[in-house]
C-alpha cells in the first residue's frame, strides 16, 4: 500500500522530541527502517487491541491509515490520546472505495454470477504468495 511508504523514521524522531513518552506502533508495510524505529509493529488489529488494551492516560503515534487512526482516536478517547505519525495524514484511496454499497454490490454479483474487477495472478506469482501466506499464518 503506498501510504505506508510515506512514514519515516525522521517522523518518529520528530514525534518523539514533541511528546515524550509517546509510544509508536506502525503497520508492518511501513519501511524496515520504520518497523525497528517504531515500539512496536504489527497487522490492523494488533494496533487496535494494542491500542485500546493500553494504559489510561498513555499516548500513541500511529503510523497507517488515517482513517483507522482518526476512529481508534475516537474510540477510546478520552482516556488515551491518539494521533497519526504523519502530521498530513495518510490517506489510501483504495480503502476509501470500500463502503458497504460497494461491498453489497460485488457479492450480489457474485450471487448473479458476475466477477467484477477479476484479478488474475500468474502461476509462479500464486505460488510465492501462498508460501509468504503460509509462513504468516504459522507465526503464533
Known sequence: CSVHTRFTVRQ??????QHPGVLV???PEVPWEVVQAADDSGSTEYI??????????????VGTEIHLVNRLAQQVRPDRTVF???QFGCLCSTMFRVSPNHLLWTLE???????????????EDKRWAKVALDRMLSIQ
Open 84 to 86: 497519526s505519525l504523519d
Open 48 to 61: 487496535i487491541q494494542q491500542v485500546r488494551s493500553s494504559p489510561p492516560g498513555s499516548m500513541w503515534a
Open 12 to 17: 518518529i524522531a520528530g514525534i518523539r522530541a
Open 109 to 123: 454479483g457474485l450471487v448473479a454470477g458476475e466477477v467484477h474487477n477479476r484479478i488474475v495472478v500468474p502461476p
Open 25 to 27: 506502533i506502525v503497520h
